[in-house]
Antibody, heavy 121, light 109 residues
Framework: EVQLVESGGGLVQPGGSLRLSCAAS????????MSWVRQAPGKGLEWVANIKQDGSEKYYVDSVKGRFTISRDNAKNSLYLQMNSLRAEDTAVYYC??????????????WGQGTLVTVSS | EIVLTQSPATLSLSPGERATLSCRAS??????LAWYQQKPGQAPRLLIY???NRATGIPARFSGSGSGTDFTLTISSLEPEDFAVYYCQQRSNWPPVITFGQGTRLEIK
């Protein structure tokens, strides 16, 4: 059974940092593109970033470029999102999602349950 | 940047009725469009990919159609568990950007 379990969310002050983790199991993690998708309270979905199987390619939505860094550790079946210079508008539930195998931008067939990040003083 | 516009924002129907949800792209996305269902407190679930292909385990009452800029998700006969928010999503090969529509809330009338 495919499972994605996020952790690391919490309350952080504006300008602060947070690192999210996603533990994957039930599939060959190293074979898939992986993404982070977020959802602000009461709002829609927003793709944040994705990373290629070997970590050699990474793409970001414009609003987080230069502040967020996506990474992965295939030996640990884990995906990460380092978030720096956090702003109030980054407040959201952050989901880890599995992409495809062939292309960077793809559909998401499995999602974690999400971890809440709240940026507030 | 490709913008996806979903309509209506809210759709009020009764169980057993047919639901038709629309997603319009600001420029052609070919058939690279997916639909997701999200219930309160849950992660989204993939329903349809490449405009018309049902994802694994999705009931046959869900169908997708369209290409280019206009897409439709149809639920042939609503079950109580179908009342949720539905999102469309496009993927573009270059730049590899992923965008979602703003969602359609399907509520019980």
């Amino acid at each position: 059974e495919v499972q994605l379990v996020e952790s690391g969310g919490g309350l952080v002050q504006p300008g602060g940092s947070l690192r999210l983790s996603c533990a994957a199991s039930g599939f060959t993690f190293s074979s898939y593109w992986m993404s982070w998708v977020r959802q602000a309270p009461g709002k829609g979905l927003e793709w944040v970033a994705n990373i290629k199987q070997d970590g050699s390619e990474k793409y970001y939505v414009d609003s987080v470029k230069g502040r967020f860094t996506i990474s992965r550790d295939n030996a640990k079946n884990s995906l990460y999102l380092q978030m720096n210079s956090l702003r109030a508008e980054d407040t959201a539930v952050y989901y880890c999602a599995r992409g495809g195998v062939a292309v960077a931008a793809d559909y998401f067939d499995y999602w974690g349950q999400g971890t809440l990040v709240t940026v507030s003083s | 940047e490709i913008v996806l516009t979903q309509s209506p924002a809210t759709l009020s129907l009764s169980p057993g009725e047919r639901a038709t949800l629309s997603c319009r792209a600001s420029q052609s996305v070919s058939s690279y469009l997916a639909w997701y269902q999200q219930k309160p407190g849950q992660a989204p679930r993939l329903l349809i990919y490449d405009a018309s292909n049902r994802a694994t385990g999705i009931p046959a009452r869900f169908s997708g159609s369209g290409s280019g800029t206009d897409f439709t998700l149809t639920i042939s006969s609503l079950e109580p568990e179908d009342f949720a928010v539905y999102y469309c999503q496009q993927r573009s090969n270059w730049p590899p950007v992923i965008t979602f529509g703003q969602g359609t809330r399907l509520e019980i009338k």
